[in-house]
């Protein structure tokens, strides 16, 4: 049986790595984009081969079109057609709406938002025409209810939920499952910016009683990836119990 071919955006670190190193180990083609941290991408594609499989790494910005077709040409080249799209990539902007640059606005919407969208559209046509594939967006509570001071990273986690619940209407009769993570406080670097106080603070209001790891949500993530699955259009919550 020939091997599936992953991409998982976002891939240098944390919960990106791990879904990566995840596919890896279960014996997928794996291939790895970030858009700037060119020697944590090598690192994690060397603990991928280590695996024994073949590591695509890409460096690049998926909010831009024309990288993603790059990409994808690369893909096909090397692997032939896509068989799990993990959109991953994603950043963060901390603060009042108010103060926020127009800028810093498009810079975040490229990033978590139309990322997606280039993707999903280049992978969607190889995946109806084998009619198989899975897309999973890895989103946050907040995209659920909101957070202050994260308006705008609310907004685009908002809009992956929305967009994974209609496309996955939309490539359902083609047997290609859309489904999201919308994860909770994960222990990740992206919050290493709370102060001791904060992160107790945070702990407190978990019914678990911790943070959750990478590996937790790359084991979901994998599960959606792997399984012939009549879950589709859904945002799965991995907050332990958070909200």
Known sequence: MSRKTVLVTGASRGIGKAIAV?????NYNVVINCVRSQERLMQTKKEIESYQVPCLAFIGDMGDMAQCETLFK???KQFGALDVLVNNAGISYIGLLQDMKAED???IIRTNLTSVFNLSKLAIPDMISRKYGKIINISSVWGNVGAACEVAYSATKGG???FTKALAKEL???NIQVNAVACGAIDTEMNQF???EELIALV???PTGRLGNAEEVADLVYHLGYKNSYL???VIGLDGGWF
Do not use: H, V
Request: proline fraction near 4%; hydrophobic fraction near 35%.
């Open 160 to 162: 992956i939920n929305a």
């Open 105 to 107: 606005w498009d810079r």
């Open 232 to 234: 589709t259009g859904q």
């Open 74 to 76: 690369q893909i096909k």
């Open 172 to 174: 359902a009769p083609s």
């Open 204 to 206: 407190e209001e978990i």
């Open 22 to 26: 995840k596919f890896a180990k279960k």
């Open 194 to 196: 709370l102060e001791e």
